[in-house]
């Protein structure tokens, strides 16, 4: 079966510093694995995906991450935090053990904290 | 609307009384999912409906919740006899068919219960 662990809870970065979220999974197949962001009083969204293909991908709002498959690892970065990044994020991978009906597992989530 | 919608945003109720939650999915999405969010806890599964059909009930926390899907949009999730421990955010989401592969779910706001 299938699961994801983020390390940390919440991390506090300073404006304009590198941001990292971990993010580790187990899966006995193949992954697909995603980061949602979640703003304050609003539902999550797609922040970026890995499916198949380039393990380096791109989403929305400078974010990145990197599927490495020898360390089960898909860690969120952004070079330079900026205010508006303070958010939860989540980690999370498909649910393949279902027929690949399309649930998703996630993780318990990070906050993260930008200070000025 | 053009997003997911969920009502009623926020419900207080005593315990041992009966609520239900309502989602309306994105026109044209065939796939409905409930999560549940508590403090801490990150998201849960609940159910996952394709169509008016549910293939996955396996995250029904007990035969208190129940959910229903009708003319494979509007979506109701039950809770009977509800406990304090039900208090969280429910969380809807609706995709395409394969939602769950492409990561490609799209969230409401949540309708955030508080047992009393």
Known sequence: AQSVTQLGSHVSVSEGALVLLRCNYSSSVPPYLFWYVQYPNQGLQLLLKYTTGATLVKGINGFEAEFKKSETSFHLTKPSAHMSDAAEYFCAVSDSSRGSQGNLIFGKGTKLSVKP | ?116
């Open chain 2, 1 to 116: 609307g053009a997003g997911v919608s969920q009502s009623p945003s926020n419900k207080v109720t005593e315990k041992g009384k009966d609520v239900e939650l309502r989602c309306d999915p994105i026109s044209g999405h065939t796939a409905l999912y409930w999560y549940r969010q508590s403090l801490g806890q990150g998201l849960e599964f609940l159910i996952y409906f394709q169509g008016n059909s549910a293939p996955d009930k396996s995250g029904l926390p007990s035969d208190r919740f129940s959910a229903e899907r009708t003319g494979g949009s509007v979506s109701t999730l039950t809770i009977q006899r509800t406990q304090q421990e039900d208090s969280a955010v429910y969380l809807c989401a609706s995709s395409f068919p394969w939602g769950g592969l492409t990561g490609e779910l799209f969230f409401g706001e949540g309708s955030r219960l508080t047992v009393l």
